[in-house]
């Protein structure tokens, strides 16, 4: 198991976001999170990703344990050391890119694994080149952020997350920033990831998309888990009236 | 006494006026990172004492702190003042300057957005690796123009030594054209400070526009 979320936790004061939520996600795997705005699953990413941290609950990557919460229901969170060791497992990639400005899109690519990895420059530099030329981006290795399009940053940001060659790659509504003539590019990468095997969670409003790419569905309601499966089974006849009812405005 | 003479004579003077300049940005930049931390700290007693720190800097006369700064060590604890006047100078403008260049900085860094500590977190960046790659660099680009307007009203500071009786450009001219009943020091003074600053603001612009291949 590559990601393992128990009984998650969190609050904002005294607005709780995320009640009792648990799930997992196996190696190979594509999990798309869909639900209404406000639902949490930002939040749930951002507790996955150590950006939050949570009230309770537990958090293991590779059957490394990196919160778990004792009797007194208090969430306690590994040392330094172990949890930057464990952050070393996932990538994210924003709603909004966060591309560093100030650097070209092969610095950008190229910057964390020379600087935080200590890897070799001419090597990082080669792999770097090899995943713009994925994202079809090998001839832009020169510009800077600012001379891309909306759908360029975001490949340049997904080539970023997976310079350091991470376990598992989150993804929060990758592509809704963009205008809608550009998400195309973005999910035909991250569909091209899932054929590659890439275990990714995925936070989407493209319910297509999810249903295609998906190897498993969860829908979030209010900061819960209302249901998860199959793709098919969720968007092709949900027994749950919830979920339906979401579905249902969404195609309107 | 001839023009070339009085040039002369005045030289001296704006060998002082550029020390005064350069050992001001020498402390103040570098402090005024400091105190910017100070400011934006999570300690509320810290945060509130850099406040007025800064308020007083800012709200009294410059002219008045170099005073305190050179007579203070003397009526406060009866300190010998001889030979303390340029150090009291370089303190009184660097302490002065700070606190400018503080909420300078702590405008660019306050208009850096948030997302780029997130990404540069989940990439597994230090905090000091954070600030000085990611950070730093785009808030140097966003404050300098602030920072040049600060650095022209410098140069013309710099005649504040005269308080101090401090020989600088401005405190010679002064004496020259008393002494020489003449207006042409003056004059001098008034193409130093002017060309000085010329030279500031091309120099700052050159390094604007070298930043210029991003926004
Ligand atoms: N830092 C925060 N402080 C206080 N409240 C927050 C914070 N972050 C999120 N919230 C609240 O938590 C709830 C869940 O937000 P979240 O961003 O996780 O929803 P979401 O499912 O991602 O919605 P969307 O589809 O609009 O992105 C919302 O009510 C939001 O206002
Ligand atoms: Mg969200």
Same mark, same amino acid.
């Not at chain 2, 800064?54 to 170099?66: D, E, N, S, V, Y």
């Not at chain 2, 600030?131 to 730093?136: P, S």
């Not at chain 2, 404050?143 to 022209?152: D, G, H, K």
């Not at chain 2, 101090?164 to 004059?187: D, G, H, R, V, W």
């Given at each position: 198991?590559?990601?393992?979320?128990?009984?998650?936790?969190?609050?904002?004061?005294?607005?709780?976001?995320?009640?009792?939520?648990?799930?997992?996600?196996?190696?190979?795997?594509?999990?798309?999170?869909?639900?209404?705005?406000?639902? @949490?699953?930002?939040?749930?990413?951002?507790?996955?990703?150590?950006?939050?941290?949570?009230? &309770?609950?537990?958090?293991?990557?590779?059957?490394?344990? &990196?919160?778990?919460?004792?009797?007194?229901?208090?969430?306690?969170?590994?040392?330094?050391?172990?949890?930057?060791?464990?952050?070393?497992?996932? @990538?994210?990639?924003?709603?909004?890119?966060?591309?560093?400005?100030?650097?070209?899109?092969?610095?950008?690519?190229?910057?964390?694994?020379?600087?935080? *990895?200590?890897?070799?420059?001419?090597?990082?530099?080669?792999? &770097?080149?090899?995943?713009?030329?994925?994202?079809?981006?090998?001839?832009?290795?020169?510009?800077?952020?600012?001379?891309?399009? @909306?759908?360029?940053?975001?490949?340049?940001?997904?080539? /970023?997350?997976?310079?350091?060659?991470?376990?598992?790659?989150?993804?929060?509504?990758?592509?809704?920033?963009?205008?809608?003539?550009?998400?195309?590019?973005?999910?035909?990468?991250? /569909?091209?990831?899932?054929?590659?095997?890439?275990?990714?969670?995925?936070?989407?409003?493209?319910?297509?998309? &999810?249903?295609?790419?998906?190897?498993?569905?969860?829908?979030?309601? *209010?900061?819960?888990?209302?249901?998860? @499966?199959?793709?098919?089974?969720?968007?092709?006849?949900?027994?749950?009236?919830?979920?339906?009812?979401?579905?249902?405005?969404?195609?309107? | 006494?001839?023009?070339?003479?009085?040039?002369?004579?005045?030289?001296?003077?704006?060998?002082?006026?550029?020390?005064?300049?350069?050992?001001? =940005?020498?402390?103040? #930049?570098?402090?005024?990172?400091? $105190?910017?931390?100070?400011?934006?700290?999570?300690? %509320?007693?810290?945060?509130?004492?850099?406040?007025?720190?800064?308020?007083?800097?800012?709200?009294?006369?410059?002219? =008045?702190? #170099?005073?305190?700064?050179?007579?203070?060590?003397?009526? =406060?604890?009866?300190?010998?003042?001889?030979?303390?006047?340029?150090?009291?100078?370089?303190?009184?403008?660097?302490?002065?300057?700070?606190?400018?260049?503080?909420?300078?900085?702590?405008?660019?860094?306050?208009?850096?957005?948030?997302?780029?500590?997130?990404?540069?977190?989940? #990439?597994?960046?230090?905090?000091?690796?954070?600030?000085?790659?990611?950070?730093?660099?785009?808030?140097?680009?966003?404050?300098? %123009?602030?920072?040049?307007?600060?650095?022209?009203?410098?140069?013309?500071?710099?005649? =504040?030594?005269?308080? #101090?009786?401090?020989?600088?450009?401005?405190?010679?001219?002064?004496?020259?054209?008393?002494?020489?009943?003449?207006?042409? %020091?003056?004059?001098?003074?008034?193409?130093?400070?002017?060309?000085?600053?010329?030279? $500031?603001?091309?120099?700052?612009?050159?390094?604007?526009?070298?930043?210029?291949?991003?926004?």
């Amino acid at each position: 198991m590559i990601l393992e979320m128990n009984s998650i936790q969190k609050s904002f004061g005294d607005l709780e976001v995320l009640k009792d939520i648990s799930f997992h996600v196996d190696e190979g795997e594509v999990v798309s999170i869909i639900g209404p705005s406000g639902s @949490g699953k930002s939040t749930l990413l951002r507790c996955a990703t150590f950006l939050e941290t949570i009230n &309770a609950g537990e958090i293991k990557y590779m059957d490394q344990t &990196a919160v778990t919460t004792g009797d007194d229901g208090v969430a306690r969170y590994v040392g330094r050391n172990e949890l930057n060791q464990i952050k070393r497992y996932f @990538g994210l990639v924003f709603q909004n890119f966060n591309l560093f400005p100030h650097y070209s899109v092969l610095k950008n690519i190229m910057d964390a694994p020379v600087t935080v *990895q200590k890897r070799p420059v001419e090597e990082v530099r080669a792999e &770097a080149m090899e995943l713009l030329r994925k994202m079809g981006l090998e001839t832009r290795a020169e510009a800077y952020p600012c001379q891309l399009s @909306g759908g360029q940053k975001q490949r340049v940001a997904i080539a /970023r997350a997976l310079a350091l060659k991470p376990n598992i790659l989150f993804f929060d509504e990758p592509t809704s920033a963009l205008d809608p003539e550009l998400t195309g590019e973005v999910l035909k990468v991250i /569909r091209q990831l899932a054929e590659e095997k890439m275990t990714m969670v995925v936070v989407t409003h493209e319910m297509p998309f &999810a249903r295609a790419v998906s190897s498993r569905v969860i829908f979030m309601d *209010q900061g819960v888990i209302v249901e998860q @499966g199959d793709p098919e089974a969720v968007f092709g006849d949900t027994q749950v009236e919830r979920t339906r009812q979401f579905l249902r405005n969404y195609q309107r | 006494m001839s023009f070339s003479t009085m040039l002369a004579s005045m030289g001296m003077g704006m060998l002082r006026s550029c020390l005064i300049f350069f050992l001001t =940005l020498l402390f103040a #930049l570098p402090l005024g990172m400091g $105190v910017m931390f100070l400011r934006r700290s999570g300690n %509320p007693v810290i945060r509130n004492i850099t406040k007025i720190y800064i308020a007083i800097m800012r709200g009294t006369p410059l002219m =008045l702190q #170099l005073l305190m700064w050179y007579f203070g060590p003397y009526y =406060l604890f009866g300190m010998s003042i001889r030979g303390y006047r340029l150090p009291a100078i370089i303190i009184g403008f660097s302490v002065n300057y700070s606190a400018y260049f503080a909420e300078i900085y702590r405008g660019g860094i306050e208009s850096i957005d948030h997302g780029q500590y997130e990404a540069a977190e989940i #990439l597994g960046y230090t905090k000091a690796q954070t600030f000085f790659k990611i950070i730093l660099p785009q808030v140097i680009k966003v404050i300098l %123009p602030s920072v040049t307007n600060e650095v022209i009203t410098l140069v013309k500071d710099t005649s =504040l030594a005269f308080t #101090l009786a401090y020989n600088e450009m401005f405190s010679l001219a002064k004496q020259i054209a008393a002494s020489q009943t003449s207006f042409t %020091p003056f004059i001098i003074a008034g193409v130093f400070y002017f060309i000085a600053n010329y030279v $500031v603001a091309f120099v700052m612009e050159r390094i604007e526009k070298a930043l210029d291949y991003y926004h």
